[in-house]
């Protein structure tokens, strides 16, 4: 059984720094994907990062690019996402998400079928 638990989100101000951790069930075994995702009212959901559990590439929305960094620690069975030069923009629910590793499917373009509860970050101008 696939377990996904988000923390670390909460209400910073612009320009601030958060870290969001997912401890997860799927680094016992297998190559998986694992992603953030966010949603904020009235968007639709959008994949931030990706990482895999055993290859090292990752891929980032353009949204974030060189703001936010994904980053793993396979002993604590957790992926994380550093965020920082926050924006009111960056306001959503973040979720973290699992999917086994398809042969020449980057994580980008894998479909999750795993999901978190969500952690909601907050950014007040």
């Known amino acids: 059984q696939v377990q996904l638990v988000e923390s670390g989100g909460g209400p910073v101000q612009a320009g601030g720094s958060l870290r969001l951790s997912c401890a997860a069930s799927?680094?016992?075994?297998?190559?998986?994907?694992l992603a953030w995702f966010r949603q904020s009212q009235g968007k639709e959901r959008e994949g931030v990062a990706f990482?895999?559990?055993?290859?090292?590439?990752?891929w980032y929305a353009d949204s974030v690019k060189g703001r936010f960094t994904i980053s793993r620690d396979n002993t604590k069975k957790t992926v994380y996402l550093q965020m920082n030069s926050l924006k009111p923009e960056d306001t959503a629910m973040y979720y973290c998400?699992?999917?086994?590793?398809?042969?020449?499917?980057?994580?980008?373009?894998?479909?999750?079928?795993?999901w978190g509860q969500g952690t909601q970050v907050t950014i007040s101008s």
């Open positions: 998400a699992a999917a086994p590793v398809v042969l020449g499917v980057g994580c980008n373009r894998r479909k999750y079928n795993y």
């Open positions: 799927v680094f016992t075994s297998g190559s998986w994907c």
């Open positions: 990482i895999g559990t055993v290859i090292d590439s990752t």
